[in-house]
């Protein structure tokens, strides 16, 4: 890896210096910080799912019939309801 150029950095001379003195707790406190920031931004990059647009793919495939195709959207939206009820406890 080269150098970096000065304008490059991402954490201050003061802030390395700060987090060089962290103990145990503040480093994972730290640390987890930038992990949920991490997560938020990636979440915020992948555009929402459209049921609808799963189904018309679905209903598309050859031996699906319609019984079978409410199980796969009864599945689908309760996965998805779970996944939004986990995010509101955070």
Do not use: W
């Amino acid at each position: 890896m080269g150098k970096q150029k000065r304008s490059e950095y991402l954490i201050t001379r003061a802030r390395y210096k700060s987090i060089k003195a962290f103990d145990h707790r503040q480093m994972e406190n730290f640390c987890a910080d930038i992990y949920k920031s991490g997560y938020e931004d990636g979440r915020a990059s992948v555009p929402g799912v459209d049921v609808e647009t799963i189904m018309e793919a679905i209903r598309s495939v050859k031996g699906i019939g319609a019984k079978r195709l409410y199980a796969i959207r009864d599945s689908i939206e309760a996965t998805f309801k779970g996944a939004g009820e986990d995010k509101k406890e955070e």
